[in-house]
């Protein structure tokens, strides 16, 4: 059964950075996509961005273009979320899960979820 756990969250200011990342256990992790999601409070959780098989590309939300950035390594079974330039608003707790669907930007895409992480950016 796949695994997925996230590490790497934490406490910013405004301006900086983190990075996240989410270990997958199992195989064939070079098989699926995998995608990243956060929840804040009160809200429903949200697409941020996505990453397909090798060489298939990367998607994202508007309101992270040009901050984030997502990779993987499919060696070390991991994805990665690269978050600069942080804003309050992106304060939440950050998902990652993986999918063998292409509609890479819906939730219910993802079968396998992380237990997240949180992000919280001071202002």
Same mark, same amino acid.
Do not use: H
């Given at each position: 059964?796949?695994?997925?756990?996230?590490?790497?969250?934490?406490?910013?200011?405004? /301006? =900086?950075?983190?990075?996240?990342?989410?270990?997958a256990? @199992? $195989? #064939?992790?070079? %098989?699926?996509?995998?995608?990243?999601f956060?929840?804040?409070?009160?809200?429903?959780?949200e697409?941020?961005?996505a990453?397909?098989r090798? /060489? =298939?590309g990367?998607?994202?939300?508007?309101?992270?273009? @040009? $901050? #984030?950035?997502? %990779?993987?390594?499919?060696a070390?079974?991991?994805?990665?979320?690269?978050?600069?330039?942080?804003?309050?608003?992106?304060?939440?707790?950050?998902?990652?899960?993986?999918?063998?669907?292409?509609?890479?930007?819906? $939730?219910?895409?993802?079968?396998?979820?992380?237990?997240?992480?949180?992000v919280?950016?001071?202002?």
């Amino acid at each position: 059964q796949v695994q997925l756990v996230e590490s790497g969250g934490g406490l910013v200011q405004a /301006g =900086g950075s983190l990075r996240l990342s989410c270990a997958a256990s @199992g $195989r #064939f992790f070079n %098989s699926y996509a995998m995608g990243w999601f956060r929840q804040a409070p009160g809200k429903e959780r949200e697409f941020v961005a996505a990453i397909r098989r090798s /060489g =298939g590309g990367t998607v994202y939300a508007d309101f992270v273009k @040009g $901050r #984030f950035t997502v %990779s993987r390594d499919d060696a070390r079974n991991t994805v990665y979320l690269q978050m600069n330039s942080l804003k309050p608003e992106d304060t939440a707790v950050y998902y990652c899960a993986r999918t063998y669907v292409s509609l890479v930007e819906r $939730r219910s895409s993802y079968d396998v979820w992380g237990q997240g992480t949180q992000v919280t950016v001071s202002s």
